[in-house]
């Protein structure tokens, strides 16, 4: 993990903490985690070191930290695809593609508004 310092508003509500800045910093007090000035900020803004915070929360933050490692190369695709129809029961497998076959697939992205064209499936007098 790069990141070993975090503000207040970086950690409301994570894992557990408080939903206000009042809260975490009260936490923090009691808890007595590691805090130093948060620099290039005026006033009484804190940074609070993630080795002093609970477990449950430096685990939630290094997962946030490191996601470049889950996701999926361009390339994989194919195989995300695959792995997904596998993963669908037999019957819908069938409605799933019955539904690409008739409406086509520009119908399908249009139903989950990723198509930025009028809706193709229009035209089709049964979905009326």
């Known amino acids: 993990m790069k990141k070993e310092w975090f503000t207040t ?3 409301l509500g994570m894992a557990g903490l408080p939903k206000t800045r009042q809260g975490v910093n009260k936490r923090a007090r009691e808890d007595g985690w590691e805090k130093r000035r948060h620099k290039g900020v005026q006033g009484r803004g804190v940074e609070y070191s993630l080795y002093s915070l609970p477990e449950l929360v430096q685990h939630s933050l290094s997962l946030q930290e490191t996601p470049s490692s889950y996701a999926v190369r361009q390339a994989d695709m194919l195989a995300v695809w695959i792995q997904i129809y596998q993963q669908c029961s037999e ?5 799933l593609v019955a539904y690409i076959l ?6 399908v992205l249009c139903q989950l508004g990723i198509s930025t064209s009028a809706n193709p499936a229009s035209d089709d007098p049964s979905l009326v």
């Open 9 to 11: 508003a970086e950690l």
């Open 91 to 95: 019957q819908e497998r069938e409605a």
């Open 102 to 107: 008739r409406h086509g697939m520009a119908s």
